[in-house]
């Protein structure tokens, strides 16, 4: 795997990068063993329905920087997303007591016209008027397909504007059709902030950087007990805050899709240690992560300590959920490192996981160290999973899946996705805060949301009884994958 190379202004996308694949029908087993003898196979689709874009992914975590805006360098139907970024911006911002936030989105709507005459000029001007209007302390300007096939030189205009301006102004190469996984826009997004924003460190501090969405804050409490401080990247910080990121004493990942890059870039440029192991989802998860930490944070003793006494609070309460769900089955659909969690959690809480339909795979993460791979985890410590897909929301395959498995609950874990459960009478939840199931506590939380799931079934009935279906019952006989073929070996990452 190449280095990170901060000279280039784009990032490589992750087909390139990491040999991450969005299509695959097999088990979980399979996948780790051609995963980890770098034999994997992309099955294209010769149907597609949907996708999410990677500027979409990149734009979610740079408008959530406070005092950065962010300029959307594309025709104005690329902005259709601006409004769900802003009632997650708000609604977080409320949550952690924030004064009350507006987000500085704009986009420079490039027209016909403009695609046949340039666009760039007018990108110098929009970067103008934003910086005269919300006086931002950087400006991103996040790519598109347009901008991508017209040439438009990005590079040389956000240049010229960060001179004449005097404050970081930063392209964010992401334009949806780069790549298929739209992830890669998360790391256009983190490329971008390592090359224009974070500064060499003056001082370590004893800070660690917790790179999330924007759930809920929960590591407080465990850091604190250990010494150490948050520092939340990139929703919610603040330009100054993230120009000091290479100062933190380590760097831990709420989820590797997110953060894979940005942990490997901030490690081997500043030395700022990664928490490889696998997120702490599940008892041996948990005990593995809390370890590693403990060594890089040289706090072994105290971590051993808190590792005795949250299990021993946990367990009553666990052996009850065992009990309760024992023999019942579930399904799920999610991103790739976020659902390798959710079976965990699954597994720990007694399911057993007819099957997985997961966003897309990457073979191994920027750190290029086996040890992180979650779902090798999952598989070691619960089993396989026999019915495991990679499908990049494609919701034809997955209301043929959940109607041929029957489930008795499903987890979603992106908006859009439960309700295809609901409608089969399938009762379903979507998780909104990934950070909800984290730790020991998270085991519990999963629980109880799962009980009430399972325990309020009058609206699921009066749902799925009025609920039509627009797919025949023609395409539910079909095999799930009769659109998947074409294998094609990915080279060696
Ligand atoms: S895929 Fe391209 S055209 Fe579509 S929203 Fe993304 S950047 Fe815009």
Known sequence: MAPIDLKSPEVQIR??????????????????????????????????????????????????????????HAPVGCAGDFPGFEVTYRIGGQERDLPPLLGRYFNSNITEADTVFGAAEKLGRVIREVYRRVRPKAIFVTTSCASGIIGDDIEGTVNDAAEELGIPVIACICEGF?????????????????????????????????????????????????GYEVNYILPFSSVDQLARVSESAATIQICPTLGSYFGAALEQIYGVPEIKAPPAYGLAGTDRWLRELGDVLDVRDAVEELIVEERARIEPRLAEYRRKFEGKTAYLTAGAAHGHAIIALLRELGFYVKGAAIFHHDPLYDNGDPASDALAQDVRLYGDVKNYSVCNKQEYEIINLLSRHQPDLLVARHGGMAHWGAKLGIPSFLVDDEQFGFGYQGILNYGERIEDTLDNREYLANFSAKAESPYSSWWLEQDPFCFLGDETHVEAY
Request: aromatic share 8%; net charge positive; with cysteine.
């Open 15 to 72: 087909e390139v990068r990491l040999g991450s694949i969005t299509g695959f029908s097999g088990t979980a087993q399979e996948l780790v063993g051609c995963s980890h003898a770098r034999s994997i196979r992309e099955q294209t689709r010769s149907f597609q329905q949907s996708m999410m874009c990677a500027s979409s992914a990149a734009f979610c975590q740079l408008s959530m920087i406070m005092d950065a805006a962010v300029v959307n």
């Open 178 to 226: 780069r790549s298929k996984i739209w992830t890669t826009g998360f790391d256009s997004a983190y490329h971008s902030v390592v090359r224009g924003l974070v500064k060499p460190p003056r001082k370590k501090t004893r800070k660690v950087n917790i790179i999330n969405f924007w759930g809920s804050h929960i590591f407080e409490e465990l850091l604190g007990r250990l």
